[in-house]
Every structure is written in structure tokens, then in C-alpha cells.
């Protein structure tokens, strides 16, 4: 089992960065895929992007690619995001996800450990 904790919301004028963290308490950190969701007022959680157990396979949504990073430093059973170039409908609570296996998944069902969640305001 893991317990997640994040950090590093805030507010942040459109054009910003903001660079979201994810604690992990377990040994096996490097055994567990991880991943980012969000979730904006009304409307349904969705993936952010994801990164492989070792850290060296990383998923990203279309809609983040080339302005989000997400890293891992499984010494340390941190997972980080990165995220330039903000706009106002990246605003949302931002969750840090994880599940037992080392591949990335992108569906919410299919992680069964969750952090409380983190939240992201972009202003115009």
C-alpha cells in the first residue's frame, strides 16, 4: 500500500509554471506506476500524463504535450510535474494517482491509490 500526499498548487497568472510535487510513503516506490489527473468544476477527472515505475516511459494528454513534464526520483518516492505554459483551463485540482504494477495507465479505475489533491488556478 502507498499513501500520497501533494504539493505545490497555487495561483498563477496564464503564460506561468508552476511545478506540482507528489511524496509517496512505501519501499517499493519504483514498483508502482504513477500518474497526474485533474479535475476542473463540472466537468469529469481526466489523465494528465503518466510515467512508468523506472521512469523511463511517460505518457502525456494531447492537450499538455510539450508544455507538461512529469519525473520521478525513486530514491527519494517522489513523483514531480512540471507545467509551463499555463492557461486558464489547465485551473483544477490536481491528483497524484498510483497503482501497483511499474507500467503507466491512464484510467482512473485503474488506480486504486489517490492523494487528497492539489489545486491549480490559472488567471487570464
Known amino acids: 500500500q502507498v499513501q500520497l500526499v501533494e504539493s505545490g498548487g497555487g495561483l498563477v497568472q496564464a503564460g506561468g509554471s508552476l511545478r506540482l510535487s507528489c511524496a509517496a510513503s512505501?519501499?517499493?516506490?519504483?514498483?508502482?506506476?504513477l500518474a497526474w489527473f485533474r479535475q476542473a468544476p463540472g466537468k469529469e477527472r481526466e489523465c494528465v500524463g503518466g510515467?512508468?515505475?523506472?521512469?523511463?516511459?511517460?505518457y502525456y494528454a494531447d492537450s499538455m504535450k510539450g508544455r507538461f513534464s512529469i519525473s520521478r526520483d525513486n530514491a527519494n518516492t517522489t513523483v514531480y510535474m512540471q507545467m509551463n505554459s499555463l492557461k486558464p483551463e489547465d485551473t483544477a485540482v490536481y491528483y497524484c494517482?498510483?497503482?501497483?504494477?511499474?507500467?503507466?495507465?491512464?484510467?482512473?479505475?485503474?488506480?486504486?491509490?489517490w492523494g487528497q489533491g492539489t489545486q491549480v488556478t490559472v488567471s487570464s
Open positions: 510515467i512508468s515505475g523506472s521512469g523511463t516511459d511517460t
Open positions: 494517482a498510483a497503482h501497483s504494477g511499474p507500467i503507466m495507465l491512464t484510467m482512473t479505475y485503474q488506480y486504486p491509490y
Open positions: 512505501g519501499r517499493t516506490f519504483s514498483n508502482y506506476g
